[in-house]
């Protein structure tokens, strides 16, 4: 292999690695700036705690003034199978988990900050590189280098992560626990959440774009994705997706890890299309 192509050779399996980490950094901070709203679902929980007398169960929703807005209305979603007692608890609990996972998250985008500079450096030293041996240094520096490989990323941010072709972010969970953080810490109250329906499999949900609705592709992208990690997987046919949003889905104290209760649904059959995840993994 000559120098030139040695050359090319070594920057694109650089700024490859180097495009896996910008990906895992866009998790991570989406993921921080979502636990950064603690503060505001503790105020919520407090205007829901002032108004406690005027709790009762079967409640989807309660309008209050906000006395941090001048005294204007906001409405804030309950989850109407719980008491009274339950859904504060809910909220509070909601509030400091997103608070305990501030620390976390902040030193994992330190850390990814200082591997995207290193690997930023790399890319200039092959770039600059002028004989053999220069690339010859930069291939034994590399592997050095110790980065976040995947398999740290998958423990670090335990979800799976799509972008539809029109840029809705869709995620699914791995397990019981990314369930947990895909439904209670990264969605929103009017994302889009999808459960195969009567089998246990993933989590899965659209981030909406402010102002925008989600077109019909990603709703199916979305549906292939609930199924795909789902048992439903290792069939064939079509199968009941269970179509919600975010802000009736909840968990009910002593609930296990991954159970939730969805207050309001809808349900999709659709016919499985495993060609379709493909597409997406490599969009």
Not at 171 to 183: D, M, Y
Request: aromatic content about 6%; glycine content about 4%.
């Amino acid at each position: 292999m000559t120098f030139d192509e040695e050359k090319l050779k070594t920057i694109k399996a650089l700024q490859k690695k180097r495009s896996s980490l910008a990906k895992a950094i866009k998790n991570a901070q989406a993921q921080y700036e979502r636990s950064q709203e603690f503060e505001e679902v503790q105020h919520l929980a407090e205007l829901v705690k002032a108004h406690f007398s005027l709790l009762k169960r079967g409640m989807d929703s309660i309008t209050v003034s906000d006395w941090k807005k001048e005294n204007q209305n906001v409405t804030i979603a309950l989850n109407p199978q719980a008491t009274p007692p339950e859904m504060l608890d809910e909220m509070f609990t909601k509030s400091q988990k997103l608070k305990k996972a501030l620390s976390p998250l902040e030193a994992l985008l330190k850390r990814f900050d200082a591997e995207a500079k290193k690997w930023d450096e790399a890319i200039q030293k092959a770039e600059a590189a002028t004989e053999m041996e220069q690339i010859d240094a930069i291939n034994t520096e590399y592997q050095l280098i110790k980065i976040v490989a995947p398999k740290t990323q998958v423990k670090a941010l335990p979800y799976h992560r799509f972008v539809s072709k029109a840029g809705f972010e869709i995620f699914a969970g791995k397990n019981a626990a990314s369930n947990e953080i895909v439904t209670f810490q990264i969605a929103h109250g009017n994302d889009l959440w999808l459960h195969a329906h009567g089998m246990s499999g993933s989590h899965v949900i659209v981030r909406k774009k402010k102002g925008d609705e989600i077109d019909p592709e990603t709703l199916q992208d979305a549906l292939q994705i609930a199924l795909y990690f789902s048992k439903a997987r290792t069939s064939s046919g079509s199968f009941e997706v269970l179509v919600s949003e975010q802000k009736y889905v909840s968990r009910l104290p002593r609930m296990p890890k991954g159970k939730v209760v969805v207050s309001k649904h809808k349900i999709i059959n659709v016919q499985l299309d495993k060609s379709r995840i493909e597409k997406l993994k490599h969009a």
